[in-house]
């Protein structure tokens, strides 16, 4: 019995390792630095993610925590579809930060929507160290 | 007796279901009187059987059936995602080609199932709809119920979520015998 609780402790440590250190993150700052970006800077992403933006249509006033909420761990809703939108921490929603593609996908995404731009390399550095950390 | 009895119950619904079932495949290029019936009293619009379509599109809403608009609506809107009902939906150029194939393919206009069909027929000439709930057809369909069962109720919101009413919407079918309302109940005209 005690020789099964140690082990599962063990796999409980290894699975939140993993999800501290997630390969897809990783293959994807590497991309952004060979890029010519970086250092990236967790406190950037997070001053990013409150930061608003003004547009002609409605809604005028957009940010990334507009719709996800300025706390990683809870849930969303995205402001003008009312899309229910699960937490972005990895720490509590083990899908987030797994898939590049996925990631690259809703970069495009939502910097055009929120921003009306695409992000640049730095940017979306910073965000993935703040949203992993 | 009893077991007796359950096995034989249990045999009747296998082999029932197994003759709708073959039935229903044959049905799909027969399209003759009998099978289309069978295949009619079954499904209303052909379910979605398109993996990709599931995760990028049913990722975000209810997986409309493609069979609910004709070409033109499809192509329209895959070639406006990046304001998609407001938000924005782009694809990457594989993806977004694999899904215009899919739709287009199975559009209703190239469907002959009835809800297809009869969405097909009450276009006005040159009509494009971007909503399903914009045809005639459907608001036909719809027009008897309260505003409180659907927009101003909490647990629905708006027409585009078929499935919170109809419990088999998923699997193409939208029987009114099937429909439930949230905090309210079956509905039947």
């Known amino acids: 019995m005690k020789i099964f609780k140690t082990m599962l402790a063990a796999g409980v440590l290894l699975v939140t390792q993993s999800a501290s250190a997630s390969p897809a993150v990783d293959a994807l700052l590497k991309v952004y630095s060979d890029a010519g970006a970086g250092p990236f800077s967790a406190e950037a992403g997070e001053r990013m993610w409150t930061q608003k933006h ?11 925590g507009g719709c996800h909420t ?15 939108i699960e937490a972005m921490s990895p ?3 083990t899908k987030r930060l797994t898939e590049t593609k996925k990631i690259e996908k809703w970069f495009m995404r939502n910097c055009k929507w929120t921003l009306g731009r695409e992000c640049t390399a730095q940017e979306k550095g910073d965000f993935l160290l703040y949203i992993q950390k | 007796m009893k077991t007796y009895r359950k096995l034989l119950t249990l045999a009747t619904v296998t082999a029932a279901s197994s003759l709708l079932f073959s039935a229903t ?8 009187w009998g099978m289309s019936w069978f295949k ?4 209303d619009v052909v379910p979605v059987n398109n993996q990709v379509y ?15 608009l004709p070409e033109k609506s499809w192509r329209k809107m895959m070639s406006t995602l990046e304001d998609h009902f407001g938000d924005n939906a782009e694809l990457g150029a594989e993806t977004q080609k694999q899904l215009v194939d899919y739709l287009v393919a199975n559009s209703a206009d190239k469907s002959n199932y009835k809800r297809s069909t009869r969405i097909m027929g009450s276009l006005k000439q040159g009509e494009v709809p971007l909503r399903i709930s ?3 057809y459907f608001k036909r369909k719809h027009d008897e119920i309260p505003l409180r069962y659907v927009k101003d109720n909490k647990d629905v919101g708006s027409y585009s979520k078929c499935e919170a009413c109809h419990t088999r919407a998923d699997a193409g079918s939208y029987n009114e015998h099937e429909v439930k309302i949230p905090g309210v109940g079956r509905w039947e005209d």
Request: aromatic share 6%.
């Open chain 2, 134 to 136: 914009d045809t005639l």
């Open chain 1, 70 to 84: 300025s706390n990683l761990a809870d849930a969303g809703k995205h402001v003008k579809t009312s899309k229910l």
């Open chain 2, 54 to 68: 599931r995760d990028e599109c049913g990722s975000c809403h209810f997986a409309f059936q493609p069979g609910l």
């Open chain 2, 25 to 32: 495949v044959y049905g799909d290029d027969d399209g003759g």
């Open chain 1, 91 to 93: 720490a509590v929603n």
């Open chain 1, 54 to 64: 003004n547009h002609n249509t409605s809604p005028a006033e957009r940010s990334c």
């Open chain 2, 40 to 43: 009619q009293s079954k499904l």
